[in-house]
């Protein structure tokens, strides 16, 4: 069994990598083996609308035709038996780099034939684990919910079953008292990092656990 994660965060060590690396422990728990890649560390774009994906007799079924540092990445993602991914949410949406990724895996093993979406050739079951500044009350107030289920449909293009997670009201900086923050009481943040955090940690590591013996 090979667990694949991918952060789509530009810390290497905060929240997201730390939710994704717990999600991973899970899962080697039970003999699974396991990567993380840092998209950060890579030099790609997203999806140039080439279509070569989608020509009739092409090579490049289920393939991205692109050739950069993403093409090892979705090789990977290929031979994985179960994927997870991480990401904070920026502006309302996850990363740019996490977006571009979707777009390149997920475009060419789009369907554009009637009468089936995918054209992956196995079945991967996958993850989503989502870091927020904001309280956990707006995923609600915000309908942050339709968003999480709108990657989680689009994950189901790998014909495996995909869930998500979300820590909310995550511990930002190491030091409030040196950034222009009044929004936001360190006391209280101190707070759920202390007791919220290791519970979202736990959750992580169940969700790794799951995905490597399902």
Not at 44 to 55: N, Q
Not at 96 to 107: A, D, K, V
Not at 159 to 169: K, P, Q, R, T, W
């Amino acid at each position: 069994m090979k667990i694949l994660a991918i952060n789509g965060s530009p810390r290497k060590t905060k929240n997201t990598a730390t939710l994704l690396n717990k999600a991973l422990e899970g899962a080697s728990s039970v003999g699974a083996q396991t990567e993380l890649i840092h998209l950060y560390d890579l030099n790609f774009k997203g999806c140039i609308s080439c279509f070569a994906c989608k020509r009739k007799n092409t090579k490049f079924i289920a393939k991205c035709a692109v050739k950069d540092d993403l093409t090892e990445v979705l090789e990977k993602v290929s031979e994985c038996d179960a994927l997870i991914l991480g990401s904070p949410i920026y502006f309302g949406n996850i990363t740019g780099e996490m977006q571009s990724f979707l777009e390149r895996l997920l475009f060419s093993n789009l369907s554009y034939n009637e009468g089936s979406r995918s054209v992956f050739p196995k079945t991967i079951s996958s993850g989503f684990i989502y870091t927020m500044n904001v309280p956990k009350d707006f995923i609600e107030k915000i309908d942050y919910d339709v968003l999480f289920n709108r990657y989680k449909g689009s994950l189901q293009i790998l014909n495996g079953a995909s869930e998500y997670l979300v820590s909310a009201d995550t511990y930002q900086f190491d030091d409030y008292s040196k950034y222009e923050a009044t929004k936001f009481n360190e006391v209280h943040k101190a707070k759920i990092r202390d007791e919220q955090f290791p519970i979202d940690c736990e959750n992580a590591f169940n969700l790794g656990v799951k995905l490597a013996t399902s």
